[in-house]
């Protein structure tokens, strides 16, 4: 499966709306078989989305991202798993161990807009009790061994 | 969290910044949020407590964050940004227009120790501003309407999908213009867009036209030639009045929309079709399955995502906004200078019913190109009944009272007329008055009403001039 992250500084870029470079990886059997980086336009919606198209990625981890832009991805059936923040070797190493998205790894304010627990302790890694339970397993994306969605 | 602000500004400081409306955050040396004051709580979304500590750029997520930060600017030339515009992602995705501002935060020894930004929420002053001379623009879609807008909105997720488009809508309110841009839009712009008018052709020659031909398959047909469904490979075919075409050409296009397969007329290959069909009719389809006329497998197979264009006479906002469209590219198409048109055109303008839509109004103002070169379009350049036949309803106030009398039946009628979707009687009825007395109204009013309703539209099926039926003049403004 191809993945792509949206990159700036060696971590996820903050706002996908703009964002200028993706890393781009083919993930075969639980490995990444190769990865480089690709060039976005960064200046609206329909040419970003219609760049990440032309790249084929299965999948895009970014930062934050604009409701008609994720909407503009969904229509073109890329899957993406949004307001992510990190490193970036943390954050695919996240993928690969099928633990995307975590609190550790999403952006203030996004947890819960996930479903997924908030507050102090977030950044510890520990996934807290959430109020919305049910949504919040509905939200999340599960990968298996090889690196691809479920 | 709180100790953190009154840590770097001090208690008086830290009172004032929670007391305003303007966002307010400072970073470290390291870029990380070091204060979030509430209004900034307010404006992202996002708690104090979940900002503290973290990247700036991760908490903003502002537009100008990666490519030209105002603070960083600020920090590298000492130099403050007043009021630069940007927007920001808040954690719902929704877009938020702010304007920023930035200062450098120093020590009591004048050492700098990070800085601050400010920002200020503008999306009311956006909207606003949008209402006032908000247009929404898509190609050559120009509207202000709240109809339109909805459109506007959902286009560019339609345009990146491959499913099929129907656009409903009457004649002349711009449904090629909106087919192509779709397709302009779409990640098929570089390839073709085609434009078949299928109440145009013939059956049998329409056939040929979209399939295609091999050489021999009937006589004069000298040499293969490629239907527009070839044309338009890779691309985006329009096949307007989708409604007109027979029974038999109906099965044709089912089996390409379903199979994307297809084979030229005398051909015994089968192509394939990678094309987005768009189709687009002035009919009521649904009423066209119910009588047999058109099939609803094919109808449910066009119909993925349907768009209804307005007609122009229930989004009359736009009519000022089409107007000056207009105005300005007859301006550059044939060098003059016309600046505008008068208050009385533009009054008569609005009154008017466009039974030809938009296609009426650019007409309208093209005629009135022909006779004025520069300054003013005023009533003089009006096509003359046009002026004639809306002076009765828009009569002002201070006029006969005759006049009066006469504007306000014409008002009392058409809303009838509306009210009961054109059907005369029901209207007549509705206004306690014979139906003749009716119709000898609005011929002595000089109104006229959309070209199919009631019974002018039975007539029209049968092919008889609607003017034949009510005794109305045809318009002269009517040009679709």
Same mark, same amino acid.
């Given at each position: 499966?191809?993945?792509?992250?949206?990159?700036?500084?060696?971590?996820?870029?903050?706002?996908?709306?703009?964002?200028?470079?993706?890393?781009?990886?083919?993930?075969?059997?639980?490995?990444?078989?190769?990865?480089?980086?690709?060039?976005?336009?960064?200046?609206?919606?329909?040419?970003?989305?219609?760049?990440?198209?032309?790249?084929?990625?299965?999948?895009?981890?970014?930062?934050?991202?604009?409701?008609?832009?994720?909407?503009?991805?969904?229509?073109?059936?890329?899957?993406?798993?949004?307001?992510?923040?990190?490193?970036?070797?943390?954050?695919?190493?996240?993928?690969?161990?099928?633990?995307?998205?975590?609190?550790?790894?999403?952006?203030?304010?996004?947890?819960?807009?996930?479903?997924?627990?908030?507050?102090?302790?977030?950044?510890?890694?520990?996934?807290?009790?959430?109020?919305?339970?049910?949504?919040?397993?509905?939200?999340?994306?599960?990968?298996?061994?090889?690196?691809?969605?479920? | 969290?709180?100790?953190?602000?009154?840590?770097? $500004?001090?208690?008086?400081?830290?009172?004032?910044?929670?007391?305003?409306?303007?966002?307010?955050?400072?970073?470290?040396?390291?870029?990380?949020?070091?204060?979030?004051?509430?209004?900034?709580?307010?404006?992202?979304?996002?708690?104090?407590?979940?900002?503290?500590?973290?990247?700036?750029?991760?908490?903003?997520?502002?537009?100008?964050?990666?490519?030209?930060?105002?603070?960083?600017?600020?920090?590298?030339?000492?130099?403050?940004?007043?009021?630069?515009?940007?927007?920001?992602?808040?954690?719902?995705?929704?877009?938020?227009?702010?304007?920023?501002?930035?200062?450098?935060?120093?020590?009591?020894?004048?050492?700098?120790?990070?800085?601050?930004?400010?920002?200020?929420?503008?999306?009311?002053?956006?909207?606003?501003?949008?209402?006032?001379?908000?247009?929404?623009?898509?190609?050559?879609?120009?509207?202000?309407?709240?109809?339109?807008?909805?459109?506007?909105?959902?286009?560019?997720?339609?345009?990146?999908?491959?499913?099929?488009?129907?656009?409903?809508?009457?004649?002349?309110?711009?449904?090629?213009?909106?087919?192509?841009?779709?397709?302009?839009?779409?990640?098929?712009?570089?390839?073709?867009?085609?434009?078949?008018?299928?109440?145009? $052709?013939?059956?049998?020659?329409?056939?040929?036209?979209?399939?295609?031909?091999?050489?021999?398959?009937?006589?004069?047909?000298?040499?293969?030639?490629?239907?527009?469904?070839?044309?338009?490979?890779?691309?985006?075919?329009?096949?307007?009045?989708?409604?007109?075409?027979?029974?038999?050409?109906?099965?044709?296009?089912?089996?390409?929309?379903?199979?994307?397969?297809?084979?030229?007329?005398?051909?015994?290959?089968?192509?394939?079709?990678?094309?987005?069909?768009?189709?687009?009719?002035?009919?009521?389809?649904?009423?066209?399955?119910?009588?047999?006329?058109?099939?609803?497998?094919?109808?449910?197979?066009?119909?993925?995502?349907?768009?209804?264009?307005?007609?122009?006479?229930?989004?009359?906002?736009?009519?000022?906004?089409?107007?000056?469209?207009?105005?300005?590219?007859?301006?550059?198409?044939?060098?003059?200078?016309?600046?505008?048109?008068?208050?009385?055109?533009?009054?008569? $303008?609005?009154?008017?019913?466009?039974?030809?839509?938009?296609?009426? $109004?650019?007409?309208?103002?093209?005629?009135?190109?022909?006779?004025?070169?520069?300054?003013?379009?005023?009533?003089?350049?009006?096509?003359?009944?046009?002026?004639?036949?809306?002076?009765?309803?828009?009569?002002?106030?201070?006029?006969?009272?005759?006049?009066?009398?006469?504007?306000?039946?014409?008002?009392?009628?058409?809303?009838?007329?509306?009210?009961?979707?054109?059907?005369?009687?029901?209207?007549?009825?509705?206004?306690?008055?014979?139906?003749?007395?009716?119709?000898?109204?609005?011929?002595?009013?000089?109104?006229?009403?959309?070209?199919?309703?009631?019974?002018?539209?039975?007539?029209?099926?049968?092919?008889?001039?609607?003017?034949?039926?009510?005794?109305?003049?045809?318009?002269?403004?009517?040009?679709?």
């Amino acid at each position: 499966m191809k993945l792509a992250l949206a990159t700036w500084n060696g971590r996820i870029s903050p706002l996908f709306d703009v964002a200028r470079q993706v890393l781009m990886l083919d993930i075969e059997g639980g490995r990444v078989v190769k990865r480089h980086a690709e060039s976005l336009p960064g200046t609206n919606s329909i040419a970003q989305a219609n760049s990440i198209m032309a790249l084929g990625p299965d999948a895009l981890v970014c930062g934050a991202i604009s409701k008609p832009l994720a909407g503009l991805l969904a229509a073109m059936r890329v899957r993406v798993i949004p307001f992510t923040a990190g490193n970036v070797e943390e954050v695919l190493a996240a993928w690969m161990a099928r633990t995307l998205p975590n609190p550790a790894l999403t952006m203030p304010g996004c947890c819960r807009q996930r479903g997924l627990c908030s507050g102090a302790g977030a950044g510890d890694g520990n996934r807290r009790r959430c109020h919305e339970k049910r949504r919040c397993h509905e939200n999340r994306d599960t990968v298996n061994r090889q690196g691809n969605i479920r | 969290m709180k100790k953190d602000i009154d840590k770097n $500004l001090g208690p008086g400081t830290n009172a004032i910044l929670e007391s305003i409306s303007d966002g307010v955050f400072t970073v470290d040396s390291d870029w990380r949020i070091t204060s979030f004051n509430r209004a900034a709580e307010t404006i992202t979304g996002i708690r104090r407590r979940e900002a503290v500590g973290k990247p700036c750029s991760e908490v903003f997520r502002a537009s100008m964050c990666e490519s030209d930060c105002a603070l960083r600017h600020t920090v590298k030339t000492g130099r403050q940004v007043v009021n630069r515009p940007a927007f920001i992602v808040d954690s719902a995705g929704r877009r938020i227009s702010i304007s920023v501002s930035t200062a450098i935060l120093k020590d009591g020894k004048g050492r700098m120790v990070g800085g601050a930004e400010t920002f200020r929420d503008l999306s009311l002053v956006e909207e606003l501003r949008k209402e006032l001379t908000g247009r929404f623009e898509i190609g050559d879609l120009v509207s202000r309407s709240a109809a339109m807008r909805d459109i506007f909105d959902v286009m560019p997720q339609i345009a990146a999908s491959e499913a099929s488009v129907l656009i409903c809508g009457e004649t002349g309110t711009g449904k090629e213009l909106l087919a192509r841009a779709i397709h302009n839009i779409s990640p098929r712009k570089r390839k073709p867009f085609v434009a078949v008018n299928c109440g145009a $052709l013939p059956d049998t020659l329409l056939e040929s036209e979209l399939f295609g031909y091999v050489k021999g398959a009937f006589t004069g047909a000298a040499k293969d030639k490629p239907g527009r469904f070839a044309m338009a490979e890779g691309g985006t075919l329009f096949l307007d009045e989708i409604g007109d075409i027979s029974p038999a050409l109906q099965i044709r296009l089912l089996r390409v929309l379903q199979d994307r397969r297809y084979e030229p007329l005398g051909g015994t290959g089968t192509l394939f079709a990678d094309v987005r069909v768009v189709a687009a009719t002035h009919c009521d389809l649904p009423a066209q399955i119910r009588k047999g006329a058109f099939r609803e497998d094919l109808f449910y197979r066009l119909n993925v995502v349907k768009l209804d264009l307005p007609p122009l006479r229930k989004r009359r906002e736009d009519i000022p906004l089409l107007a000056e469209h207009f105005i300005g590219r007859f301006n550059r198409l044939q060098g003059k200078a016309v600046t505008g048109a008068s208050p009385d055109v533009m009054a008569l $303008l609005m009154a008017h019913e466009y039974p030809g839509n938009v296609r009426e $109004l650019e007409n309208i103002v093209e005629r009135a190109f022909v006779l004025c070169a520069s300054g003013r379009i005023e009533t003089g350049h009006l096509p003359p009944d046009l002026a004639g036949r809306t002076a009765a309803p828009a009569a002002p106030a201070g006029e006969s009272m005759n006049a009066q009398t006469r504007a306000i039946e014409a008002l009392a009628i058409r809303d009838a007329m509306e009210r009961r979707g054109f059907n005369r009687l029901a209207a007549a009825r509705d206004l306690g008055i014979h139906k003749s007395t009716l119709f000898r109204k609005i011929k002595a009013l000089g109104l006229v009403f959309q070209k199919h309703a009631g019974r002018a539209a039975r007539k029209a099926d049968l092919n008889v001039p609607a003017s034949r039926e009510t005794g109305e003049n045809p318009p002269a403004g009517h040009r679709s």
